[in-house]
């Protein structure tokens, strides 16, 4: 696309202003605002410093500055600098040029520095919370009776990042200007909620949808004694409606305690990862929020004469208020379309863009409460429609509107009309109008994909577009895109068996592999959960399950499986453990190098022992944590990608498959025992009580009653299968199993039984690359441990070490002993360390965390790790690391760990001689280190990582 049609021109040269802009799918969006931004910055009084250009990823905020460069007279070394970035992005530069002070306007005495981490690795943290929490509640025993009914307390680090997205705020004795009220709920726009699901249907005649739910009330429940019964809930015998009263009754109720609760855990977190030294997204919003909001003198210093904001249906509310903070004048343009907005898992608010108006005013309002914060008209807000589509057929097009209007289950009721009505549609300009859309199952639903895409290639029935001709199509044209993960790895293997060249993109479940439940298994058989170890690598060896039962009941483990285990036990790193295990089974591939970064992150920033990381890995597994895969299998395979992973993408042909019961629509869970929406407020599915003499955890029938009192909506659901249709450009295919869903039921499309007749495959022209996970980049400066310089190939030959637990066990010994705890030592290890504590006649800092900022070319990097002991003197400052290794095998690679701590302290005490040492505990040896220089750090920075 080179020249922009009538409604992009509109919006390039409509500079100044509000807009709201509807860019449906495929509209050349991306084309139209970075030739507008070029627009803007061409302008005379106008530099790229003044426009601020927000989208939703690090990856489109690149492609936007390439796209500017070819629109405008600046080149890409002017605008390196400019502010084209994410909203993450965004809120660290504000944070690290003015955030020292941000914390003080919560209450909160720690500082945001330059060193402070930005947390991207969501299972890490949950580790540092589940730290957290575990203190809290042993601080807290007033709280008992709420933790009782949490099965796992970790699911209250989503509620908080759910509240930071709102704009709810804790202070040290409250909360941040007019947040509470918003915990309680939207009392009357729940009852319009009620009233509308409790409408008796068919003109009267039928009861309502709200009674008829209700009818399940109670099922597979225990309440409190003082619980309404059913038939008082659905009203007497013959009534359409339910009494109006039970709205009243279900929505108001004493949630003091609850509230108070959330406040304390949110507070006392947040100072957790100040003190850490941390931030995890949404915090990092939160702080800069509140920043812009109290500071008047760094917002007006950080206002943009514009402010254009890409990828809008994606923005949360917080976000929406930042851009407010941040706009110095009403030139504000915001671009989306509700149609794609599937993230509502990560905090994307859809009225955003569906209710615009309304919110900036009540946004604004909010904002300018007791002090003028937003000064700029708020209106008029012109709205522009792109409609012109430059990647689908119209019957493609046309087709995907029925994706917003089908059902997504036999008892949803849809307002068909009132969601047409706000349908922009799409009108395509290609040349050829081919399309064909069809839908095929069978109950090996793989065997069947796989038949189809091999009938597929090289058909021109299902001929493609290209430069105004049709061709007939290769493996590279297809896209299988899929609702779940799972889905598309097994498809992969299938595709595998029968040499079809397939490539896997998107997340992968990465504890969920053979790597880490082999590595799981080999740590449990280091520990004392070492029969369900065993079983695992027995089975993995071809053990029968007889010949496995055998084994266990005897301990009669395969010699060389023992000789194996002696070699993990001298082990001295995490990361060492996990080479031998991936080595001994062959896994060299990009799956293991993710695996192994991961372990050899989380090991380095926490205290964990060996047990703890089976702990770690065994909850990976549960939970489900992911690495973004990147699989380039070559220019002719087919491509297999979640449907969240394909957002923004387009391909020839699309199979959309998995249409089945179950998988699409999500049937998601019950959510979390506590939980916040804007209707109903914060709300607790569980109460703790001892009715009838009788301790036990019980439901609570009011949190039952208002989610039936909500519509039933699979919304999200229906906007994901438009994404998915909509990146089709020829053809567009369904495939289902033995029990299609109801989308695929409803939809006009013919669906036909196809039985699987899969032929050997001609070798295809194409190179099968591997799957290879990127570890994701961060926001801001990268973070790196001081053991992501060290080599643990040190390690490798060492067979008389004592493990990572004996370390771990010496290191807390020392810990405690350093605070003044009554402590007494057990080994020769720990008798040496008393010795050498005791001589020490300065300020003993214990476990002390440090932070070395360094500049390189591309950008800052901060190195953070943990010190064994930081002994202070008068004159000088002693570091002093403890080693329990029996060899020097590994004092070089110990050189390049305590270079970095040298540098962090002798930044900090600048009056003070700063010196290293090693005390290897085994031998009562202590050791000074020669630092290596920052430069060297830097280098041997780029040859480990």
């Known amino acids: 696309?080179?020249?922009?049609?009538?409604?992009?021109?509109?919006?390039?040269?409509?500079?100044?202003?509000?807009?709201?802009?509807?860019?449906?799918?495929?509209?050349?969006?991306?084309?139209?605002?970075?030739?507008?931004?070029?627009?803007?910055?061409?302008?005379?009084?106008?530099?790229?410093?003044?426009?601020?250009?927000?989208?939703?990823?690090?990856?489109?905020?690149?492609?936007?500055?390439?796209?500017?460069?070819?629109?405008?007279?600046?080149?890409?070394?002017?605008?390196?600098?400019?502010?084209?970035?994410?909203?993450?992005?965004?809120?660290?530069?504000?944070?690290?040029?003015?955030?020292?002070?941000?914390?003080?306007?919560?209450?909160?005495?720690?500082?945001?520095?330059?060193?402070?981490?930005?947390?991207?690795?969501?299972?890490?943290e949950a580790e540092y919370f589940q730290e957290f929490i575990a203190q809290f509640s042993d601080d807290h025993p007033e709280y008992d009776d709420l933790f009782r009914c949490l099965s796992d307390p970790t699911e209250l680090l989503g509620l908080l990042t759910n509240l930071a997205s709102k704009g709810i705020f804790p202070t040290a004795d409250g909360w941040y200007r007019n947040s509470k009220p918003h915990l309680e709920g939207d009392w009357e726009a729940f009852r319009e909620a009620?009233?509308?699901?409790?409408?008796?249907?068919?003109?009267?005649?039928?009861?309502?949808?709200?009674?008829?739910?209700?009818?399940?009330?109670?099922?597979?429940?225990?309440?409190?004694?003082?619980?309404?019964?059913?038939?008082?809930?659905?009203?007497?015998?013959?009534?359409?409606?339910?009494?109006?009263?039970?709205?009243?009754?279900?929505?108001?109720?004493?949630?003091?305690?609850?509230?108070?609760?959330?406040?304390?855990?949110?507070?006392?977190?947040?100072?957790?990862?100040?003190?850490?030294?941390?931030?995890?997204?949404?915090?990092?919003?939160?702080?800069?929020?509140?920043?812009?909001?109290?500071?008047?003198?760094?917002?007006?210093?950080?206002?943009?004469?514009?402010?254009?904001?890409?990828?809008f249906q994606d923005s949360s509310e917080i976000q929406f208020k930042l851009a407010l903070l941040l706009a110095g004048t009403d030139n504000i343009c915001v671009v989306g379309d509700w149609k794609q907005s599937i993230y509502s898992f990560q905090y994307a608010a859809i009225e955003n863009i569906t209710r615009f108006e309304d919110r900036l005013d009540r946004f604004a309002s909010d904002l300018n409460d007791e002090t003028t914060r937003v000064e700029f008209p708020l209106e008029p807000v012109t709205r522009i429609e792109l409609e012109q589509n430059y990647r689908s057929t119209q019957r493609i097009l046309d087709f995907a509107e029925e994706a917003l209007v089908v059902p997504g289950n036999d008892k949803e009721s849809l307002d068909r009309e009132s969601i047409r009505d706000r349908i922009v549609s799409l009108f395509s300009n290609t040349t050829h109008e081919h399309s064909r859309i069809e839908g095929f199952l069978h109950e090996d639903e793989h065997e069947a994909v796989l038949t189809k895409i091999q009938r597929i290639v090289g058909n021109n029935e299902y001929a493609i577009e290209e430069d105004g001709e049709?061709?007939?199509?290769?493996?590279?044209?297809?896209?299988?895109?899929?609702?779940?993960?799972?889905?598309?790895?097994?498809?992969?293997?299938?595709?595998?068996?029968?040499?079809?060249?397939?490539?896997?993109?998107?997340?992968?479940?990465?504890?969920?592999?053979?790597?880490?439940?082999?590595?799981?298994?080999?740590?449990?058989?280091?520990?004392?959960?070492?029969?369900?170890?065993?079983?695992?690598?027995?089975?993995?060896?071809?053990?029968?399950?007889?010949?496995?039962?055998?084994?266990?009941?005897?301990?009669?483990?395969?010699?060389?499986?023992?000789?194996?285990?002696?070699?993990?036990?001298?082990?001295?790193?995490?990361?060492?453990?996990?080479?031998?295990v991936f080595d001994r089974y062959g896994y060299d591939d990009s799956t293991a190098d993710a695996l192994l970064t991961s372990i050899q992150s989380v090991h380095g920033e926490t205290t964990m022992t060996l047990g703890d990381l089976s702990r770690f890995i065994a909850k990976g597994i549960e939970s489900g944590a992911t690495e973004e895969v990147h699989a380039a299998a070559g220019a002719n395979s087919v491509t297999v990608q979640t449907i969240h992973s394909v957002k923004g993408l387009e391909h020839p042909i699309v199979i959309l498959a998995n249409m089945n019961d179950g998988k699409f629509p999500s049937t998601g869970g019950h959510g979390s025992t506590i939980s916040y929406s804007e209707?109903?407020?914060?709300?607790?599915?569980?109460?703790?009580?001892?009715a009838h003499g009788v301790p036990h955890i019980y439901d609570n029938w009011r949190t039952d009653v208002l989610r039936y009192c909500q519509p039933m909506e699979h919304d999200e659901e229906r906007r994901l299968l438009y994404v998915a249709m909509t990146r089709a450009k020829d053809h567009l295919l369904f495939a289902a199993g033995e029990e299609p869903n109801t989308f695929l039921e409803e939809l006009p499309v013919d669906v036909e039984t196809l039985e699987p007749e899969f032929e050997p495959a001609d070798e295809p022209e194409t190179i099968q690359s591997r799957l290879s996970v990127s570890i994701p980049e961060p926001d801001g400066p990268e973070g790196y441990s001081p053991h992501s310089l060290m080599d643990d190939e040190v390690y490798a030959d060492v067979t008389d070490g004592r493990g990572i637990d004996f370390?771990?066990?010496?290191?807390?010994?020392?810990?405690?002993?350093?605070?003044?705890?009554?402590?007494?030592?057990?080994?020769?290890?720990?008798?040496?360390?008393?010795?050498?504590?005791?001589?020490?006649?300065?300020e003993l800092l214990a476990e002390e965390p440090v932070y070395l900022p360094l500049e390189t070319d591309d950008g800052r990097i901060t190195f953070s790790g943990i010190i064994d002991l930081v002994h202070v003197l008068p004159d000088r400052v002693e570091i002093i690391d403890y080693k329990t290794d029996r060899g020097r095998h590994a004092h070089e690679e110990y050189q390049t760990q305590l270079s970095v701590y040298y540098h962090a302290l002798d930044d900090w005490f600048d009056d003070r001689e700063v010196t290293a040492s090693v005390y290897y505990t085994a031998v009562d040896e202590q050791i000074t280190v020669n630092p290596r220089s920052k430069v060297e750090l830097l280098a041997r920075r780029e040859v480990v990582v």
């Open 807 to 842: 370390g771990s066990s010496v290191h807390d010994f020392a810990e405690r002993y350093a605070l003044g705890e009554d402590v007494e030592p057990e080994f020769d290890d720990e008798y040496n360390v008393k010795a050498l504590l005791d001589s020490l006649k300065g």
């Open 1 to 124: 696309m080179t020249t922009p049609n009538d409604r992009q021109r509109e919006l390039i040269e409509s500079t100044d202003g509000l807009y709201l802009v509807d860019a449906g799918a495929g509209t050349g969006k991306t084309f139209t605002v970075t030739r507008r931004y070029a627009e803007i910055i061409d302008q005379e009084d106008v530099e790229p410093e003044d426009v601020l250009m927000i989208t939703f990823t690090r990856n489109a905020a690149t492609e936007m500055k390439d796209r500017v460069v070819s629109y405008c007279d600046y080149g890409m070394r002017s605008l390196r600098d400019a502010p084209i970035q994410t909203f993450h992005s965004l809120c660290h530069d504000i944070l690290t040029e003015h955030g020292f002070d941000a914390p003080t306007h919560l209450g909160i005495d720690d500082a945001i520095t330059d060193s402070t981490r930005l947390l991207e690795n969501e299972t890490i």
């Open 470 to 580: 049709l061709r007939p199509p290769e493996y590279g044209d297809i896209a299988v895109l899929t609702r779940t993960r799972d889905y598309g790895r097994d498809l992969l293997s299938a595709a595998d068996e029968r040499a079809l060249p397939i490539a896997y993109e998107g997340g992968i479940e990465i504890f969920r592999t053979d790597q880490a439940k082999l590595l799981l298994a080999w740590l449990r058989i280091l520990e004392s959960d070492a029969d369900r170890g065993w079983a695992v690598v027995l089975e993995r060896a071809g053990y029968t399950l007889d010949e496995t039962d055998h084994i266990l009941e005897h301990e009669t483990y395969p010699d060389e499986m023992i000789a194996f285990r002696t070699g993990l036990e001298t082990c001295e790193t995490a990361g060492t453990i996990a080479r031998r």
């Open 679 to 690: 209707l109903t407020g914060l709300r607790q599915k569980k109460c703790y009580a001892e």
């Open 194 to 311: 009620f009233e509308e699901v409790n409408e008796p249907r068919n003109e009267g005649s039928k009861q309502s949808v709200l009674r008829s739910k209700l009818n399940g009330y109670g099922d597979n429940k225990c309440y409190l004694p003082e619980a309404p019964d059913k038939d008082e809930l659905r009203g007497p015998r013959g009534s359409k409606s339910v009494p109006e009263e039970v709205a009243e009754r279900a929505f108001f109720e004493d949630r003091e305690q609850l509230t108070a609760f959330v406040h304390d855990v949110y507070i006392e977190y947040l100072e957790f990862v100040l003190r850490r030294n941390y931030l995890n997204f949404s915090f990092l919003q939160l702080f800069a929020f509140v920043l812009l909001c109290e500071d008047d003198e760094v917002r007006n210093s950080l206002e943009f004469e514009y402010v254009m904001i890409d990828e």
